[in-house]
Nanobody
Framework: QVQLVESGGGLVQPGGSLRLSCAAS????????MGWYRQAPGKHRDLVAS????????NYADSVKGRFTISRDNTKRTVYLQMNNLKPEDTAVYYC?????????????WGQGTQVTVSS
């Protein structure tokens, strides 16, 4: 059974930092590249960062490249997102899930997400 629990969001001023965590249970974490997604009000949920199972390869959306860093601890089944130099346009609910959309669709599961608000 898949379970994903995101945490670490909050209110931060522009230029600030946050570190998000996602604790996973079930085989979704062990077998898949993982990703962080975000959804702003009225917008689609988009993948912003992904990391392979071994943690060796990461990819980022252009909008966050150079500011966000994804990592994973396979011993803790946890994926992280370090967000630096935050901008108001980063405001969204952030979710973790498998990076492969086919896996996401097959599991039909999303956690509760964690709200990130960037505002002065």
């Amino acid at each position: 059974q898949v379970q994903l629990v995101e945490s670490g969001g909050g209110l931060v001023q522009p230029g600030g930092s946050l570190r998000l965590s996602c604790a996973a249970s079930g085989s979704i974490f062990d077998k898949n590249a993982m990703g962080w997604y975000r959804q702003a009000p009225g917008k689609h949920r988009d993948l912003v960062a992904s990391i392979t199972t071994d943690g060796d390869t990461t990819n980022y959306a252009d909008s966050v490249k150079g500011r966000f860093t994804i990592s994973r601890d396979n011993t803790k089944r946890t994926v992280y997102l370090q967000m630096n130099n935050l901008k108001p346009e980063d405001t969204a609910v952030y979710y973790c899930n498998a990076a492969d959309p086919w896996v996401v669709a097959e599991n039909e599961y999303w956690g509760q997400g964690t709200q990130v608000t960037v505002s002065s």
